[in-house]
């Protein structure tokens, strides 16, 4: 399940990150894993609060979950222009050591974003890790025409949503703003 060893993630200055490239050479999604300074009993109230998520992630606007499914609603701006997206998925989890969003419908299309804890330092700490796969180039005409001008781009989208997903959880679970 995690990519990224205890001992790896205790040695690090600060997040790891690996970058998936698909067959294409094209990047297809990311992981990335950091130390959080709160135990995992904590960094699981958090993450299995996927209904908070709004109040937390970067880019989340709405959550509305029924059961084991959620509808996000996303959004974000360049320039002048807004574009909003919503995507439908069920949440897969196996507590207390992971969560995964796995996309049902909507965009972006093929997105699988996922969580996984770990101890660390005796359960003082936790070993948090975070992936996110999806399809880039279904999230609508404002990114299809940014990405055309601005190929280079495409490489930092995965990684930034992982780094996003596991500082926004870390914040929460450590009561940092």
Known sequence: ???FSADDV???????????L???GLPRGAVAAARVAAPPARVWEVVAD???YATRVPMIHRVHLAGDRVTVNLGFKVSLFSVGFQFVADVEHEAPRSLTLRGVSGEPRGLRL???LAPLAGGAETLLE???EFDLLSVGWLAKYFLKHHPEIQYGVFPGVALSLIDSMARAAEGRR
């Open 1 to 3: 399940m995690h990519r």
């Open 10 to 20: 205790l040695a690090a200055s600060g997040p790891l990150i690996e970058a998936r």
């Open 22 to 24: 698909g067959a294409d």
């Open 50 to 52: 996927v209904g908070g």
């Open 114 to 116: 996922g969580l996984a």
């Open 130 to 132: 975070a992936s996110a």
